[in-house]
């Protein structure tokens, strides 16, 4: 077990990143916080290990880390950025893969994707944990999109970014024109007959698909609402992923 005391060690600012998009896409790996959550992990891990961070009066959790580190309560406080109090994990990223337009062209889906340019990680990570619920078989990110592997998305997912395959795609923008729009306007979802593949597109709550410089996309569907304008964007798109489960 190693011991680190100082904020200034190269191995406590590399954890540190960890919580920030830049760090995560240098280092390759992520933070996985909350009790529950790494022991559901740790029932089949399936990404390798490589910190087990220890606060003051904890106990290690039986892992196969390649090093334990056990961090003073001040230093231990500041990465625990989830506020969790229980020992951290370290571990390396699952592969996202990249996907350029021109990848994006030819691409034909295996059901319903979804592609997300939703910012905000606590309603990427949510919204993630809905795909998987519905049985979507690829997450696509678009370049506006949050890292799913920020301490706020993989607690919001409930481990889901672990388990849905992702892809990181270009801007919303390029896109091909043949995806399903989730709007504030289109064909109402009771009326709308699901396509066996395609790619269901969302949009942030408020901007919505306007707001992200949208593509003239082929079909729009809408969920009718009354006495608000619109739903929150893990809330619609997961009606919309229901819809589509039922009546496949």
Same mark, same amino acid.
């Given at each position: 077990?190693?011991?680190?005391?100082?904020?200034?060690?190269?191995?406590?600012?590399?954890?540190?990143?960890?919580?920030?998009?830049?760090?995560?896409?240098?280092?390759?790996?992520?933070?996985?916080?909350?009790?529950?959550?790494?022991?559901?992990?740790?029932?089949?891990?399936?990404?390798?290990?490589?910190?087990?961070?220890?606060?003051?009066?904890?106990?290690?959790?039986?892992?196969?880390?390649?090093?334990?580190?056990?961090?003073?309560?001040?230093?231990?406080?500041?990465?625990?950025?989830?506020?969790?109090?229980?020992?951290?994990?370290?571990?390396?990223?699952?592969?996202?893969?990249?996907?350029?337009?021109?990848?994006?062209?030819?691409y034909r889906t295996k059901?319903?994707?979804?592609?997300?340019?939703?910012?905000?990680?606590?309603?990427?990570?949510?919204?993630?944990?809905?795909?998987? +619920?519905?049985? *979507?078989? @690829? /997450?696509? =990110?678009?370049?506006?999109?949050a890292h799913p592997f920020? %301490?706020?998305?993989?607690? #919001?997912? +409930?481990?889901? *970014?672990? @388990? /849905?395959? =992702?892809?990181?795609?270009?801007?919303?923008?390029?896109? %091909?024109?043949?995806?399903? #729009?989730?709007?504030?306007?289109?064909?109402?979802?009771?009326?709308?007959?699901?396509?066996?593949?395609?790619?269901?597109?969302?949009?942030?709550?408020?901007?919505?698909?306007?707001?992200?410089?949208k593509s003239p996309f082929?079909?729009?569907?809408?969920?009718?609402?009354?006495?608000?304008?619109?739903?929150?964007?893990?809330?619609?798109?997961?009606?919309?992923?229901?819809?589509?489960?039922?009546?496949?």
């Amino acid at each position: 077990m190693l011991k680190i005391e100082s904020p200034q060690n190269d191995t406590y600012k590399k954890l540190l990143s960890l919580a920030s998009s830049k760090g995560l896409k240098k280092e390759g790996l992520f933070l996985l916080s909350g009790e529950k959550l790494i022991r559901e992990f740790l029932k089949k891990p399936q990404l390798k290990i490589i910190y087990e961070i220890i606060g003051p009066h904890m106990e290690p959790f039986q892992t196969d880390a390649s090093l334990q580190l056990q961090l003073t309560h001040e230093l231990f406080s500041e990465l625990d950025v989830l506020g969790t109090r229980s020992n951290i994990l370290v571990l390396q990223q699952p592969e996202i893969q990249n996907m350029s337009a021109e990848d994006l062209a030819s691409y034909r889906t295996k059901g319903i994707e979804a592609v997300i340019p939703i910012g905000d990680p606590g309603n990427l990570g949510a919204l993630i944990r809905s795909c998987e +619920a519905f049985g *979507v078989p @690829r /997450v696509i =990110l678009t370049q506006e999109a949050a890292h799913p592997f920020l %301490p706020k998305s993989v607690k #919001a997912s +409930a481990g889901s *970014v672990l @388990r /849905v395959p =992702l892809s990181r795609g270009p801007a919303l923008a390029e896109f %091909p024109r043949n995806c399903i #729009a989730l709007d504030m306007d289109g064909t109402a979802i009771d009326d709308f007959v699901w396509p066996k593949n395609g790619m269901l597109v969302v949009g942030e709550e408020g901007p919505g698909l306007e707001g992200q410089g949208k593509s003239p996309f082929a079909q729009h569907i809408r969920i009718p609402t009354v006495g608000v304008e619109s739903l929150n964007v893990v809330v619609a798109a997961s009606i919309a992923l229901a819809d589509r489960a039922r009546k496949d």
